[in-house]
């Protein structure tokens, strides 16, 4: 597993992201119950995901964070990541950030892909 804290923090809001591989739906349930056993992870306000199964295809989770499981989803199939899970999870600074959400989650994404390449 990948975990990356700290990667962006704006207007009181901050973003982690995490990842690893997993097979099957059953992996990545497990993978979200281990990551949510660190209770600072457990009680974030939004912890969404992306993986494409081999056997099973594309899935995401909003976690309430609408439309941010579609743009990780979406890099991850550009990257060529398949049994890859990756998490974006957000600790909700009291301040609506409108479209920069989408921006941060970009920004965790990349420096996830960025970590991994460097990992291998």
């Known amino acids: 597993m990948i975990q990356l804290e700290s990667v962006v923090s704006d207007r009181g809001s901050r973003y982690a992201v995490s990842g690893g591989p997993v097979i099957g739906r059953a992996g990545v349930e497990a993978f979200l119950t281990d990551l949510k056993r660190v209770k600072k992870y457990a009680k974030a306000t939004h912890n969404t995901w992306a993986v494409v199964l081999s056997e099973g295809g ?42 920069d959400r989408f921006a941060h989650v970009v920004t965790c994404v990349r420096a996830y892909l960025d970590a991994l390449a460097d990992s291998r």
Request: charged residues 20%.
């Open 58 to 99: 594309a899935q995401k989770g909003d976690d309430g964070e609408s439309g941010a499981g579609a743009v990780i989803l979406k890099m991850l199939e550009r990257a060529g990541l398949v049994d890859h899970i990756v998490v974006v999870t957000r600790w909700y600074g009291g301040v609506h950030l409108g479209g």
